[in-house]
């Protein structure tokens, strides 16, 4: 039986979470340059990173990485070819015509992810075969079909956990995207979080305890956890591997809370200022699609984890009127928000040489996209096909690997090789596109049981 790791969107952080899970990593950090020079030497043995972004709800591929130009695409022919564009029913923010991005083209909510075209690939005509949220999901969050609702294998980001040195304090932190442990070991498990803003408190020694606490209560909290607790090396319990077990973790905790990394996650503090700017984040606008790259980019940049599960975009299922407005807008700040992480880190200095992005290996994606054509209330529904994005070191950029047709956007059969729509190839599923991310940073994609893409891979 399937056992689910993390308590997906509706789950938070707990202490009991962070000490398990932080103190089953091997290899444990230590106080003053010990944190450094673990990051510092993690080049060394073949430094890896990754980063999986959400769109929740099905995102509109109009819209975003696979569009069709409203020119050709008109409502006189929309009966012809089942594509209705809409464009123009978009807030007068965004443009009523496709987005030439070099390489390839976009639609209206990607303008700033378009200014960086060279630094990813898209991949379409996905086929997902479902048309429900939790098969969806848990599809691409897993690499298989589920069975029924039941996820059927660890997580992706797990899975990739589990194969590197496990050196961070949190060597799997996932922002609301569920994540699943079925073979892997426990370190490996996600460590959720339900708002950007949780980081800095479970980093925190005392927890970050609000100000508001009356003082007998802080004292005895803080008297509390003063107290050292310890199970003897006597015979009997304290004598155990279970209690060696806990001696270490409890050491391994410890050093992480006394090291003062939630400093680096105090968004609004001086120190941050560059981060603030770059991103975007104006006062209370930590927890948008804007704060929530902040957090995966930071997570990966000082050493608090290697893995890192990201939801960008919320609220993308919109049947009715509310598609032109509350589509558009959440999915081109999830989009905006996308470019900005991928310019930090190529922007950033990996440890041992080299940027950030060429260590690290990122997927978009969602559980599906929308039907091609509005329905009656203005709005649209499910659809079985998908798109994705995939960047970073061991994967090639600036291309389009599939396609949709021009007739109600189905998915085309490949060629894997060429990446190109081939009669004879075959369909192209979320299995494909994380393999190719896995197989391109060196992690065993085995328990997918697919093939990679050989067109999205580097020579």
Not at 121 to 135: D, K, Q
Not at 184 to 197: E, G, I, K, L, S
Not at 401 to 416: N, R, V
């Amino acid at each position: 039986m399937n056992r689910r790791d993390a308590r997906g969107a509706a789950g938070g952080a707990t202490r009991r979470d962070f000490l398990l899970r932080t103190g089953l990593a091997a290899g444990a950090l230590t106080l003053g340059g010990g944190l450094l020079g673990r990051v510092a030497r993690a080049a060394e043995v073949g430094d890896r990173y990754f980063i999986f972004c959400y769109f929740e709800g099905g995102w509109d591929s109009l819209l975003g990485l696979d569009p069709r130009d409203p020119a050709v695409f008109t409502e006189e022919v929309m009966r012809e070819t089942g594509i209705q564009p809409g464009y123009d029913r978009l807030p007068p923010q965004f443009s009523r015509q496709v987005i030439d991005a070099g390489p390839f083209q976009l639609g209206p909510c990607a303008a700033e992810l378009a200014t960086h075209a060279d630094l990813f690939s898209v991949v379409r005509g996905i086929n997902m075969a479902t048309l429900t949220h939790e098969v969806g999901r848990r599809y691409f969050i897993t690499g298989r079909p589920p069975a029924g609702l039941t996820a059927r294998g660890s997580s992706v980001g797990t899975l990739c956990a589990g194969q590197l040195d496990p050196d961070r304090p949190v060597p799997h932190l996932s922002h609301l995207v569920e994540s699943y442990n079925v073979d892997q070991p426990a370190y490996a498990a996600a460590m959720p979080v339900a708002a950007v803003d949780h980081v800095q408190y479970i980093l925190q020694e005392n927890l970050g305890l609000a100000t508001g606490v009356a003082p007998n209560v802080r004292g005895a909290l803080g008297a509390y956890w003063q107290k050292t607790r310890d199970c003897g090396n006597e015979p009997g319990i304290g004598g155990t591997e279970l209690a060696a077990i806990y001696r270490d973790n409890r050491r391994r905790a410890r050093e992480v809370v006394t090291s003062n990394l939630h400093r680096q996650f105090q968004f609004q503090s001086p120190e941050l200022a560059a981060v603030r700017a770059h991103y975007g984040l104006a006062a209370g606008m930590l927890e948008t699609a804007y704060g929530r790259a902040a957090l995966a980019a930071q997570a990966l940049k000082v050493g608090l984890s290697r893995v890192v599960s990201v939801t960008l975009a919320n609220a993308l299922d919109t049947h009715d009127n509310t598609w032109a407005n509350d589509h558009s807008t959440r999915l081109a700040d999830g989009f905006n928000a996308l470019a900005r992480l991928l310019a930090d880190l190529q922007a950033t200095e990996a440890p041992g040489g080299g940027s950030m992005l060429e260590k690290t290996t990122l997927v978009a994606f969602s559980e599906f996209q929308r039907t091609p054509r509005l329905n009656e209330r203005n709005g649209r529904d499910h659809h079985l096909g998908n798109c994705a994005l995939v960047a970073g070191g061991g994967l090639r950029g600036g291309q389009v690997i599939g396609s949709s047709s021009d007739s109600a956007l189905g998915p085309e059969l490949i060629d894997l090789a060429s990446g190109r729509s081939d009669e004879g190839g075959e369909s192209l599923f979320p299995e494909h596109v994380l393999t190719s991310a896995l197989v391109s940073a060196g992690v065993d994609a085995s328990s997918l049981r697919s093939a990679p893409i050989p067109a999205l891979l580097r020579g």
